[in-house]
């Protein structure tokens, strides 16, 4: 039996789907039976040397899901807010649901024009973009358990 740490770390960016919009960085730190995923955006860009990162907030709308067992449902809180939308409360939960053996801490780092509830800064194709990124990371995380799956065996 190894007592080795287990800790694999994971990033990757999501170019933006569309035009003028920022791209999304998703990073993911691997531990046993936890995944803790911080999504970031970048610049609208997509360029060759890869995507520049706006703002780093570890913690910006940070939700914490756990998976269900038996006839429990998933689980979850929220672990900090900076706006009045919840996006990784429910996000957590769904990927908690589609990932059933981890654990998941998810931060969002999203600008306010991604967030905002109305106003002037508010993107029109906001909930769009948030749909298609939550639908890309699900995608990439399962792609990265499958392929450390496969190594280990």
């Known amino acids: 039996m190894s007592l080795e740490p287990t800790i694999n770390t994971h990033h990757t960016t999501l170019p933006s789907p569309i035009l003028n919009s920022p791209s999304f960085v998703f990073h993911l730190t691997r531990l046993v039976d936890t995944l803790m995923i911080w999504v970031g ?3 609208p860009s997509d360029t060759s040397e890869g995507v520049i990162v706006s703002e780093k907030k570890l913690a910006n709308d940070w939700a914490v899901a756990m998976p269900s067992r038996g006839n429990i449902p998933v689980t979850s809180t929220s672990v900090y807010r900076a706006t009045a939308n919840d996006h990784a409360l ?3 939960q769904r990927l908690a649901h589609k990932f059933p053996n981890n654990q998941i801490h998810l931060s969002l780092s999203l600008p306010s024009s991604m967030t ?6 508010l993107d029109p194709y906001a909930s769009k973009l948030i ?3 939550e639908k890309k990371l699900g995608n990439w995380l399962g792609q990265v358990l499958e392929a450390e799956k496969n190594g280990a065996a």
């Open 41 to 43: 955006t970048g610049s």
């Open 90 to 92: 429910g996000m957590s």
């Open 116 to 121: 905002s509830q109305s106003g002037p800064n």
């Open 131 to 133: 749909l298609v990124m």
